[in-house]
């Protein structure tokens, strides 16, 4: 065509295409051949070397399974012999690690070799400190009724107890070695990253345990290190190498107090190098009335026991804060003409003689009568605790012919002094093997369970108490807190008969504001008593007349309530905010008390809300129920204080 020059096109052009498309299967090839070349020098280099490190690392989590369960059997020296096979287990699993330890240079592997070298190092010092726990209990397996070939098996258990006292001092320097080797395994567990684990390829379930791990080892440090000065004195608490005397407390957890129960009798106890001797025991009453010149009464007292209108000893543990309300009993204590110089106070509820005697084959004998833990129908609950309640409530005892206030008051004013000897020379005169060790670790779990407060004069001694959550104190805590606190003002023993049930319900505003609604529901599906005490009636049914104090987060501001008799009050005590309310609840009644607040502080974008509830001692298996705008996501009893994080 005129105008228009024609073009040539240059083969070179044409083959352009089918160059580049060989180009790119060469690289592709190549690529693929890489990959497999890698894969194969993986699966020898990292693959395999990986699979023996896993074999290795679950014969050593099933050989420390074995430690566990010898534990669980209570057997010292079997547990010994198998911590020695953990620690061998453990020596090969790091060796099979080291064929790894190239990938600390590889970007990413290098993160997974780290943390698995971390842990593995870190039960090394686990292993190191129940090494040392374990050589420290040998020699006392015996006298803890665990099993193993204990030092003290010859003598007497008086003596038995007496040579473990004076020997306690030359094994107590172990706790430095068990708390310097738990500090290493926590520095270790702490050094791996959790956010190594995504939520991805199922390794959400390891960053979840690797955080609760790091959570458990920061936990039991500081455990260990604020009771070591307690461990350390001991030997000192228990008499030697002088002799220490202390004020037994016991609390009627049946006519429920804000520190477990009304303080009904007393007892002194002194120890002199392990040997427990009652040198006096009596009626809380006959205390209270030698006192002179007392208080007028508080504000509390004043307002729901109108006709008392001084305080008397036996209303003073008016603090849910134990130790608090030990110093106001001290002070009115020291005024009694018959007072004793004590070391500390120890108080227990009904709960430690029930458990204790169910031990000691169910059966105790004291002043002449048999106390047991069998049902009795007239109350639907142990015999000793029937027993003690018409010994003590009644001005007159059918079963032991008294025929006057005066001479009843004669045979009962000792009796939990009797009953709590009877307990412990049965106990002391049996073979170790028999008691000692169901003992020990029911007196652990009364303390754990709040049945079982301390107050130790001894600063040391009592910061380890208080480190083992075993002093009945309001804690400080960061998050959500909840205590609810009560006090039977009817005199009658209705908490016996009284069954609770509490539902914490939560809802979140969108911008992050807390809103909560307690609510505490209360049955008695029992009859009232016969409280015609002329006729010798037990009168322990009867209307609870309840105090009400719900300790709840300093700051947080009250919506609503319903439910109390009196108008809702709200202060600020303990470092905590306070609202107050009175209700009552009738023999084949129920009642409900509802209150909502609102937190002082704000939630932060799915972040979870942590919250400690902290039982009232004295109390016992109170359901719980945590609700997120009605819909359940926790359930339990509240059988000691309990800490949870949930999800709003």
């Not at 036996?314 to 018959?338: C, G, H, Q, V």
């Not at 605790?385 to 025929?403: A, G």
């Not at 509490?502 to 609604?517: C, E, H, L, M, R």
């Amino acid at each position: 065509m005129d105008g228009f020059k024609k073009i040539e096109l240059d083969a070179s052009f044409e083959k352009e295409p089918s160059r580049k498309k060989t180009k790119l299967i060469k690289i592709i090839i190549a690529t693929i051949i890489v990959l497999v070349g890698i894969s194969i020098i993986s699966f020898f280099t990292i693959v395999l070397p990986a699979q023996r490190i896993y074999a290795h690392g679950q014969r050593t989590f099933d050989q420390a399974k074995k430690v566990w369960d010898a534990v669980k059997k209570q057997n010292i020296e079997e547990a010994s012999i198998e911590v020695d096979k953990t620690k061998k287990e453990l020596k090969e699993t790091q060796n099979s690690l080291k064929t790894l330890s190239f990938t600390r240079f590889i970007p990413v592997l290098n993160n997974y070799y780290n943390d698995a070298e971390h842990l593995s190092q870190a039960g090394v010092h686990g292993l190191d400190a129940a090494t040392e726990l374990l050589n420290a209990l040998v020699p006392y397996t015996d006298l803890l009724g665990l099993k193993g070939k204990g030092s003290f098996v010859m003598g007497t258990a008086e003596q038995r107890i007496q040579t473990a006292v004076l020997t306690m001092g030359k094994i107590t320097p172990s706790i430095d070695e068990i708390s310097k080797s738990l500090i290493l395994a926590r520095n270790e567990i702490d050094k791996v990253d959790a956010n190594h684990y995504p939520s991805l390829f199922g390794l959400e379930k390891i960053k979840n345990q690797l955080v609760k791990v790091q959570t458990l080892a920061d936990e039991g440090v500081l455990v260990v290190e604020q009771a070591r000065p307690f461990i350390k004195t001991l030997p000192s608490l228990l008499g030697d190498p002088k002799e220490k005397k202390y004020l037994v407390l016991f609390q009627n957890d049946k006519e429920l107090r804000p520190t477990g129960g009304f303080i009904t009798a007393y007892a002194v106890f002194r120890i002199d190098k392990g040997v427990v001797h009652v040198d006096r025991s009596d009626d809380i009453y006959v205390l209270d009335n030698a006192i002179s010149q007392k208080p007028k009464a508080p504000a509390p007292i004043v307002k729901y026991l109108p006709k008392v209108s001084v305080l008397h000893l036996r209303d003073t543990n008016l603090s849910p804060d134990f130790i608090e309300s030990m110093k106001t009993f001290n002070t009115l204590y020291k005024k009694a003409p018959s007072s004793i110089k004590v070391d500390g106070i120890i108080a227990i509820d009904t709960h430690v003689l029930v458990s204790t005697i169910k031990i000691l084959d169910n059966e105790v004998f004291a002043s002449g009568i048999k106390f047991t833990t069998d049902n009795d129908k007239r109350c639907d609950c142990p015999q000793v605790i029937y027993r003690l309640e018409e010994l003590v409530s009644t001005p007159r005892s059918l079963d032991l012919r008294v025929t006057s206030l005066e001479s009843a008051q004669a045979q009962r004013k000792d009796i939990l002094g009797a009953l709590l000897y009877a307990i412990m020379e049965k106990a002391l005169k049996s073979s170790p093997k028999l008691y000692w060790g169901p003992l020990f670790q029911d007196i652990f779990t009364k303390v754990s369970e709040k049945h079982v407060l301390l107050y130790l004069y001894n600063k040391d001694a009592q910061d380890g108490i208080e480190a083992l959550n075993a002093a009945g104190r309001i804690k400080s805590y960061e998050g959500d807190y909840l205590h609810i606190n009560e006090a039977n003002f009817g005199g009658a023993k209705s908490n016996l008969f009284v069954k609770e049930s509490v539902n914490v319900d939560f809802d979140v505003a969108s911008d992050g504001t807390i809103n909560k609604k307690l609510t505490i529901s209360y049955a008695n599906p029992y009859p009232p008593s016969d409280c015609n005490l002329e006729r010798g009636n037990l009168c322990i049914n009867a209307i609870l007349r309840n105090w009400i104090r719900i300790y709840v987060p300093l700051g947080s501001k009250l919506i609503d309530s319903k439910g109390s008799e009196v108008k809702i009050s709200s202060y600020e005590e303990l470092d905590k905010t306070v609202f107050e309310g009175f209700l009552t609840v009738r023999p084949k009644g129920v009642a409900t008390f509802t209150i909502s607040y609102t937190l002082p502080f704000k939630l932060k974008r799915s972040s979870p809300l942590p919250i400690l509830i902290q039982k009232q001692p004295g109390t016992d298996n109170n359901k719980y129920t945590i609700t997120v705008r009605g819909k359940e996501v926790e359930k339990f009893p509240l059988l000691t204080d309990k800490e949870i994080k949930i999800k709003l």
